[in-house]
């Protein structure tokens, strides 16, 4: 069993940052990609940034220049820096990770979400 809890989700005015962070936990032998998406209201799920376990890094064109996304190998933890948040950053932030787990099955394991809402 693996679980991803995400939390730092918040109501915030545009121009304003937030922190987003998400766990893993469970039977965890390694974590290669770990990723975060999100679902606008009314819209379909889409990559924001991921990162592998060496740290390379990939952006939506979107989100580039004022998200960093980085993690923290001994922790099994990935955050997501959002900075100069736009109105149309609202949506629900979900993390996701490629997991190797004890029996060396791999997992493709999602958070359950968290609200970033960015209103005037």
């Known amino acids: 069993q693996v679980q991803l809890v995400e939390s730092g989700g918040a109501l915030v005015q545009p121009g304003e940052s937030l922190r987003l962070a998400c766990a893993a936990s469970?039977?965890?032998?390694?974590?290669?990609?770990m990723s975060w998406y999100r679902q606008p209201p009314g819209k379909g799920r889409e990559l924001v940034a991921t990162i592998t376990f060496s740290g390379r890094t990939n952006y939506a064109d979107s989100v580039k220049g004022r998200f960093t996304i980085s993690r923290d190998n001994a922790k099994n933890t990935v955050y997501l820096q959002m900075n100069s948040l736009k109105v149309e950053d609202t949506a629900v932030y979900y993390c996701?990770?490629?997991?190797?787990?004890?029996?060396?099955?791999?997992?493709?394991?999602w958070g359950k979400g968290t609200l970033v809402t960015v209103s005037p």
């Open positions: 996701y990770a490629y997991v190797t787990d004890w029996s060396h099955d791999a997992i493709n394991q």
């Open positions: 469970g039977s965890i032998f390694s974590i290669d990609v």
